[in-house]
């Protein structure tokens, strides 16, 4: 199965596979294959097909760290890395305006600012570079990512409302190459 985002103009496609369940033993030994794009008109095309950059554990972790984002157990900025050095995420929990001494002013209704979370992605060349793209995602996209996260772990199946509703939408889709 493969998710599918529109990230303000930026197309992220992805699938992850070869997911199983591990155990404290041998948490760095399963790595999950990746097929991933972040694609927009022409002047953006980066994909990898069948790389490493999760471990099992780490789809497990983040999708902890996504659920404790969602319902607001984040007190601060909470950063995410995963060994290969690929992906990194930033998680934000909401933020009171007032607080911030570097906003002037807030106007009544608007003192609270939701989660988002920053997803880097790092440039490879021969090695590590740099050089990386970051891409935003509001509540709505992290609540795809996390559902999508859960289906890949089999916490949820394919008949479950919410991916149901996905698959509705396109943002879960079964290629048809998947099967063969």
């Known amino acids: 199965m493969w998710l599918k985002l529109d990230l303000s103009g930026i197309k992220l496609s992805m699938q992850i596979r070869n997911y199983r369940k591990v155990s404290d033993d041998d948490w760095d030994s399963v790595w999950c294959k990746t097929d991933f794009a972040f694609v927009s008109d022409e002047w953006l095309n980066y994909r990898k097909d069948n790389d490493e950059v999760f471990?099992?554990?780490?789809?497990?972790?983040?999708?902890?760290?996504l659920?404790?984002?969602?319902?607001?157990?984040?007190?601060?900025?909470?950063e995410f890395n995963?060994?290969?050095p690929d992906f990194n995420f930033i998680l934000n929990p909401k933020k009171d305006l007032r607080l911030d001494p570097k906003v002037l002013y807030v106007r009544p209704g608007c003192e609270i600012v939701d989660i988002d979370m920053e997803w880097k992605i790092s440039f490879?060349?021969?090695?590590?570079?740099?050089?990386?793209?970051?891409?935003?995602l509001v509540r709505s996209d992290i609540e795809c990512l996390l559902s999508y996260l859960r289906l890949v772990m089999g916490e949820v199946q394919e008949s479950a409302p919410e991916i149901k509703a996905l698959m509705n939408k396109g943002v879960v889709y079964r290629n048809d190459m998947?099967?063969?």
């Not at 471990?55 to 760290?65: G, P, T, V, Y």
């Not at 659920?67 to 909470?78: F, G, I, S, V």
């Open 82 to 84: 995963c060994i290969e």
């Open 67 to 78: 659920d404790d984002l969602l319902n607001d157990r984040l007190n601060a900025p909470t």
């Open 178 to 180: 998947d099967d063969a």
């Open 124 to 136: 490879l060349d021969e090695g590590l570079t740099d050089n990386y793209l970051s891409v935003s």
């Open 55 to 65: 471990l099992a554990r780490e789809i497990e972790d983040l999708a902890k760290s």
